[in-house]
């Protein structure tokens, strides 16, 4: 017993031994000593580097000649100031790319207003006052008022019977198409069906034809060979959802 609780005390040394130191974190950032060196020879670097000098700024003279008086500065002022005036060098059309610049100034008289004949003066007091006055806008509003006519509803035409109604069949059946529900009794059925078909314009135009012939129940223009009541290739179904939409 003693031999095993020894051997399980050596098992714990040797594990111990192997397991990395566990730094000190109290010691904050740099606890290995690099962190004083690093900043040591930062501030080495930058108290050797060598800041260049600044460049040497020359002042431009304002004239072209050698002549620093007072005069000649004030009067190459002038000469500057009357380049930007109107009629001035810069304010050339030839400068401006064929167009002479706007000068905005309060003292500048307003531009003329142009008024084109698509353009009504009603909101213009000055040019209303000299074309019109209040007689003559009494005079028009009386004729205004003789023209004016109150047209009284009247009773709608009765509609002329066209023939039947398809909307009306179309929501009165709820089979689908192609199903069967009247008998067809002949032969060759199917050429007699192309043959009807192709004297309408518009499967509503056969469906029409084939109602007023005694449809859907007789099929006299072989044009409903299924007996499903729908001519040709008529559907009812667009109908039956414009009704329910």
């Known amino acids: 017993m003693i031999i095993r609780a020894l051997s399980l005390l050596g098992l714990g040394l040797t594990l111990a031994a192997c397991q990395p130191a566990i730094p000190d974190s109290g010691r904050g950032v740099g606890f290995d000593g690099t962190f004083e060196e690093q900043r040591r020879a930062r501030d080495a670097a930058l108290a050797a580097s060598i800041v260049p000098p600044p460049a040497p700024v020359e002042a431009v003279p304002l ?51 142009v008024n084109s004949a698509g353009i009504s003066d009603e909101n213009n007091f000055d040019a209303v006052s000299g074309q019109r006055s209040i007689e003559g806008d009494a005079a028009r509003l009386a004729a205004n008022r003789a023209d004016y006519e109150v047209v009284q509803p009247e009773a709608l035409p009765d509609r002329v019977d066209s023939g039947p109604n398809i909307v009306a069949y179309a929501l009165q059946t709820k089979h689908a198409k192609g199903t069967p529900v009247y008998r067809r009794i002949g032969l060759n059925k199917a050429a007699k069906f192309t043959r009807a078909c192709a004297r309408y314009a518009t499967p509503d135009q ?13 099929d006299r223009l072989g044009v409903d060979p299924d007996g499903d009541g729908f001519a040709c290739t008529w559907d009812p179904t667009p109908f039956r959802r414009a009704a329910q939409g």
């Open 63 to 113: 004239t072209s000649t050698s002549d620093p008086s007072a005069a000649a500065t004030a009067a190459e002022t002038r000469r500057v100031l009357a380049a930007t005036r109107p009629g001035g060098v810069g304010n050339q059309a030839s400068s401006n790319s064929g167009e002479t610049p706007l000068i905005a100034s309060p003292s500048n008289p307003p531009p003329a207003v």
């Open 206 to 218: 056969a469906q029409i034809a084939f109602l007023s012939q005694g449809g859907p129940s007789r």
